[in-house]
């Protein structure tokens, strides 16, 4: 069954860890994103990737890095964790144009002591 | 550019209730316009969405929502609410036009089911 993987969901971190977000999809997307949701905020882009060596920076500025060595694979890094890093992470994927849906993963819930 | 808004963060109705969710967008180009729930501890998920075909879109769970340019809105409905709806709805907008495949988000609306 195609699908959308998060890992972990949830995470509870000291400040100045490095922590990678893992987010695969099985659909062959070309084109993924990550977004970051506080509650009750819009969700605001702050990475994509149009495929395979491809990664562009968001909208929302962020301390974060991506890669995307394979199709199926857009990992999020930080570097050294902040308390201001807490939030919630979403990655999605879609097949091309803006008319075409994107899927979302389930989430994770970051928290940075 | 783009923007969405979403008319009241909390809407509150008794089951069996007509659902109006809200959703105004401000594009300078023809748009294409989302809506996405995402229930607790979930991702989002699309309920329906306009690509400039009817004006009127059907999409999953009896939810349907009608693109009206006069207006610039794009309001969700269900002519019956259930318990089951309870959760946070996303109204999202992008550009015909652009390249980079962007879509915007509103703030949502969280939906409260009463029995």
């Known amino acids: 069954e195609a699908d959308i993987y998060q890992t972990p969901r949830y995470l509870v971190i000291g400040t100045g860890k490095k922590i990678t977000l893992e987010c695969s999809q099985t659909?062959?997307?070309?084109?993924m994103y990550w977004y970051q949701q506080d509650p009750g905020m819009e969700l605001h882009l702050i990475h994509y990737?149009?495929?395979?060596?491809?990664?562009e920076k968001g909208d929302l500025s962020s301390e974060s890095t991506v890669s995307r060595i394979r199709t199926e694979h857009f990992p999020l890094t930080l570097e050294s964790a902040r308390p201001s890093h807490t939030s919630q992470y979403l990655c999605?994927?879609?097949?091309?144009?803006?008319?075409?849906?994107?899927?979302f993963g389930p989430g994770t819930r970051l928290l940075v002591l | 550019a783009q923007s969405v808004t979403q008319l009241g963060s909390h809407v509150s109705v008794s089951e069996g209730a007509l659902v109006l969710l809200r959703c105004n967008y401000s594009?300078?180009?023809?748009?294409?316009l989302f809506w996405y729930v995402q229930y607790p501890n979930q991702g989002l998920q699309l309920l329906l969405k306009?690509?400039?075909?009817?004006?009127l879109v059907k999409g999953i769970n009896g939810f349907e929502a009608e693109f009206k340019k006069s207006e610039t809105s794009f309001h969700l409905t269900k002519p019956s609410a259930h318990m089951s709806d309870a959760a946070e709805y996303f109204c999202?907008?992008?550009?015909?036009?652009?390249?980079?495949?962007?879509?915007?988000f509103g703030k949502g609306t969280r939906l409260h089911i009463l029995p």
């Open positions: 306009y690509t400039s075909a009817a004006t």
């Open positions: 999605a994927s879609s097949e091309g144009s803006g008319r075409e849906t994107q899927y």
């Open positions: 990737s149009y495929g395979v060596n491809s990664t």
């Open positions: 594009s300078s180009v023809p748009p294409y």
């Open positions: 999202a907008v992008s550009d015909q036009r652009r390249r980079d495949d962007k879509i915007i």
């Open positions: 659909m062959g997307h070309d084109k």
